[in-house]
Structure formats: structure tokens, C-alpha cells
């Protein structure tokens, strides 16, 4: 049974014993071996349960919680008329929330204009407003790897942006309010897209896209919505790059919203 994966990409993950585990998994009377020249997390010793899940995804119920409207509707209802060029406009001279005060620019996406993905994260970070494009430093190395994995690419299935386009000082989670703020200029760009599947990730973007406070676990493995696109809840990469055995649930994330595009697009 063969992987339809590239092998060296899920090895730079570190995934690539897991998904091994995985494979001898799915064959009758097979005991898991990791290979041997890499050591597997105690954790994730026991082959995934992803397999088992449906493999047409179903869409959970609508968070209770209200999705915020923007503080100011004027504003928000200029911004929802304006096309990409218009937009890049807008961020570069954003001054809605405190962001703008530290910020070297506006970090407000990259990828294809038009693409079927979109990844959303929390917000830029230093590398990223250097250089002016969402996850640029390691954890954007590692979210690069993860698409490749998956057969995806930035600029080409896949637009990423983040919550707030300018960066938090000393790194920090955007607060909600910073969120409202920016709400309006995400929103346009999901118009603009028009993507058929949404990856939240992490609980800053999953929160400003369903309204809920609840885990990241009790949130994975199900189909959300926001302005009726469906979504999916993984981990962030930084938060990956910390808590290394969780990638095994991330990639078993990816797998889910790739199912879901599926029935989406189909």
C-alpha cells in the first residue's frame, strides 16, 4: 500500500513514522513498526483513529456564540466594495486599532487571488513584517511543508492571511478588539477568494471565525462555517513547533479538511 505522499517532505515534518504507522494500520493483521531510524513519541505509539472518521465530513452546529460585527459599519461597508488593489490601500494606511503604531507594514496575505484554500492564522510576526507576507520565518517553514505534504502550494491551490495584518508587539496573541477591528479587511478578502474550504489555524483565527471559546480539541475533526464556507479547526504551526507530537493531529486535521474540500467542491 503506497503512500500517496512525498516521503522526504513528511521526513522534514517528522511525520513520516507516523504515517507509517498509519499505513501498516490499514493492512489486515499488521503490527505497527515504526522505521527504525526514527524514534516515535511513546504518545503517538498507537496507530491514528483518524481513518475511522466518516469519510464524507459532516458539518457540526452552529456556535452559539455571535460572531462580532465591526465597531464601525461605515467603515466596514466601504471596505466590502473595494477590489484587491483597493484593499492592499486600505491596510497600508489602516489606523483602526493601536497595531498600526509599531508596525514597519501591513502584513495582508499572499497566494493565488482566486484560490480554493485559505489558511488563516493570528497575526504576522517579526519576520513576517519585514518582509511583508504571512509566515515567512519557521513556522511558516514548517506550514510549507505541511501543504507540500498534502499536495498544496502557497500562490497556487492556497492563500494564507492572518486575523490582524499588522503584528502584535513582542509577538503577542492580537486581542479581541484588535480583531474587530481588522474583521473587515478578512472579511473582504474571503469575498474576494471565494474559497471552498477555510483552515483556521489555531484558536485566536478559529474564535474570530465561530464566535466559540471552546477547545481546539473538542473543535477538530468537524465542520464549521463562516459566511457559509465551510471550516476547519488544526493547531497553529508555532504551536507545533512546540508541542512536536501534536503534528501527528495536524496532519490528521489536513487530511479531514481534504475530505471536506472534496465534498465541498464537489
Request: net charge positive; aromatic share 6%; with cysteine.
Amino acid at each position: 500500500m503506497n503512500l500517496p505522499y512525498d516521503e522526504d517532505t513528511l521526513r522534514e515534518m517528522e511525520l513520516w513514522p507516523f504515517l507509517a504507522l498509519r499505513r501498516q494500520s490499514l493492512m489486515p493483521s499488521a503490527e505497527p513498526v515504526p522505521p527504525a531510524d526514527v524514534a516515535v513519541p511513546a504518545q503517538s505509539a498507537t496507530p491514528p483513529r483518524a481513518h475511522a472518521r466518516p469519510s464524507s465530513p459532516t458539518r457540526a452546529a452552529a456556535s452559539a456564540a455571535a460572531i462580532p460585527v465591526s465597531a464601525d459599519p461605515a467603515r466596514a461597508a466601504r471596505i466590502a466594495q473595494l477590489d484587491w488593489n483597493g484593499l492592499k490601500i486600505e491596510a497600508a494606511a489602516c489606523q483602526a486599532c493601536g497595531l498600526y503604531k509599531q508596525r514597519k507594514q501591513a502584513v495582508l496575505g499572499v497566494g493565488a487571488p482566486a484560490a480554493p484554500w485559505l489558511f488563516i492564522g493570528e497575526g504576522p510576526g517579526s519576520e513576517e513584517d519585514d518582509q511583508g507576507e504571512p509566515f515567512v520565518g519557521p513556522a511558516g517553514k514548517l506550514l510549507d511543508a505541511m501543504l507540500a505534504a498534502a499536495g498544496l502550494q502557497r500562490g497556487r491551490e492556497v492563500y494564507i492571511a492572518n486575523v490582524v495584518k499588522c503584528r502584535p508587539p513582542g509577538n503577542r496573541n492580537p486581542s479581541a478588539e484588535e480583531a474587530l477591528a481588522c474583521a473587515p479587511l478578512l472579511d473582504r478578502q474571503i469575498d474576494l477568494i471565494q474559497p471552498k474550504l477555510i483552515v483556521a489555524l489555531g484558536k485566536i483565527a478559529l474564535t474570530r471565525l465561530t464566535g466559540s471559546e471552546a477547545s481546539m480539541a473538542s473543535m477538530r475533526g468537524k465542520l464549521h462555517e463562516y459566511r457559509g464556507i465551510p471550516v476547519v479547526a488544526t493547531y497553529h504551526p508555532a504551536y507545533l513547533l512546540r508541542n512536536l507530537p501534536d503534528k501527528l493531529k495536524a496532519w490528521e486535521d489536513l487530511m479531514f479538511a481534504k475530505r471536506a474540500f472534496v465534498a465541498a467542491a464537489g
